[in-house]
């Protein structure tokens, strides 16, 4: 029997070539759990999955207690494929279609890990999570969004939601710093300016 010829042009390209150029809408949901399977980040990506908070809350305590036990790091439930790792007390799962390669989605789960630990100083746990939420929603947009896979490398991640390694967030001491640095300086070019019309004037 011959092998049939593919009517897409792109139907032989390789496994690489396919990271380059990811498929449309690969990542179903992704949410964060803690211990307990209580949700503390969720994001759902098609609208016909779980479109009721109660469903989706279903679906995760299903998932939470497929997984929360097992050495494994692909689970398959509902029709889904769920790649998922755990950290201390929290849960990481990304969940594509039946149909989606494991290995695209666990590129994105451990450029979310990698992410959030370079983030969070490497303390991935409930507690840092918790007190850094707007930078974890931050990490999350800049990896997916609309469930189309945008960065799969944890430092263009962090370089791009303005984190550091070595530096952390603006606190309200250097944001009232940096304020006052910018009055003054205002302020000498104001003066600047008044010298420069009184000497003309002079002249």
Same mark, same amino acid.
């Given at each position: 029997?011959? #092998?049939?010829?593919?009517?897409?042009?792109?139907?032989?390209?390789?496994?690489?070539?396919? #990271?380059?150029?990811?498929?449309?809408?690969?990542?179903?949901?992704?949410?964060? =759990?803690?211990?307990?399977?209580?949700?503390?980040?969720?994001?759902?990506?098609?609208?016909? =999955?779980?479109?009721?908070?109660?469903?989706?809350?279903?679906?995760?305590?299903?998932?939470?207690?497929?997984?929360?036990?097992?050495?494994?790091?692909? #689970?398959?439930?509902?029709? *889904?494929?769920?790649?998922?790792?755990?950290?201390?007390?929290?849960?990481?799962?990304?969940?594509?279609?039946?149909?989606?390669?494991?290995?695209?989605?666990?590129?994105? =789960?451990?450029?979310?890990?990698?992410?959030?630990?370079? *983030?969070?100083?490497?303390?991935?746990?409930?507690?840092? =999570?918790?007190?850094?939420?707007?930078?974890?929603?931050?990490?999350?947009?800049?990896?997916?969004?609309?469930?189309?896979?945008?960065?799969?490398?944890?430092?263009?991640?962090?370089?791009?939601?303005?984190?550091? #390694?070595?530096?952390?967030?603006?606190?309200?001491?250097?944001?009232?710093?940096?304020?006052?640095?910018?009055?003054?300086?205002?302020?000498?070019?104001?003066?600047?300016?008044?010298?420069?019309?009184?000497?003309?004037?002079?002249?």
């Amino acid at each position: 029997m011959t #092998a049939q010829s593919c009517p897409r042009q792109h139907c032989a390209t390789t496994m690489d070539s396919a #990271a380059l150029e990811p498929s449309l809408y690969t990542v179903k949901a992704v949410f964060i =759990l803690d211990n307990d399977g209580n949700r503390l980040l969720s994001k759902y990506y098609d609208p016909d =999955l779980y479109p009721s908070m109660k469903e989706q809350k279903n679906f995760e305590k299903n998932v939470f207690n497929k997984t929360h036990k097992a050495d494994n790091e692909i #689970a398959f439930l509902e029709g *889904m494929t769920i790649v998922y790792k755990s950290s201390i007390d929290l849960f990481f799962y990304v969940v594509g279609s039946a149909q989606e390669n494991e290995l695209m989605l666990m590129a994105v =789960l451990n450029c979310l890990f990698e992410s959030l630990s370079q *983030m969070l100083r490497k303390n991935v746990e409930k507690r840092t =999570l918790l007190d850094n939420m707007d930078g974890v929603f931050l990490v999350v947009d800049e990896i997916i969004d609309g469930g189309v896979i945008l960065e799969s490398d944890p430092q263009q991640v962090i370089e791009k939601v303005n984190y550091k #390694a070595e530096d952390s967030p603006l606190s309200e001491q250097s944001v009232a710093q940096h304020i006052t640095e910018k009055l003054a300086l205002t302020s000498n070019v104001l003066q600047s300016a008044k010298d420069q019309i009184k000497w003309s004037i002079l002249k």
